[in-house]
């Protein structure tokens, strides 16, 4: 199990109350709600950050089989 440690925020009075909603919705605490929507966040932004990463790769893998295929017509005999 993780660690938990207690915190004190100051939030506006609508996202308090938007909060309280979710919770009763949830039947959940106001905490595991707020601990929900970090957690989907942090997801959000290591989904995000792999995808960009999965990007760059694949650009790299284009330009490495042009490269081998450029070689790959020198040394190969055409058909």
Do not use: H
Request: aromatic residues 6%; glycine residues 2%.
């Amino acid at each position: 199990m993780s660690q938990v440690s207690r915190l004190t925020i100051s939030l506006p009075i609508e996202l308090i109350s938007f909060a309280d909603e979710l919770a009763t919705e949830r039947n959940v605490s106001r905490s595991k709600v707020f601990s929900d929507c970090l957690q989907e966040l942090s997801e959000k932004r290591k989904l995000a950050s792999m995808e960009e990463g999965y990007k760059a790769m694949a650009q790299q893998n284009l330009e490495l089989a042009k490269i081998a295929f450029g070689i790959a017509q020198e040394v190969v005999p055409a058909w």
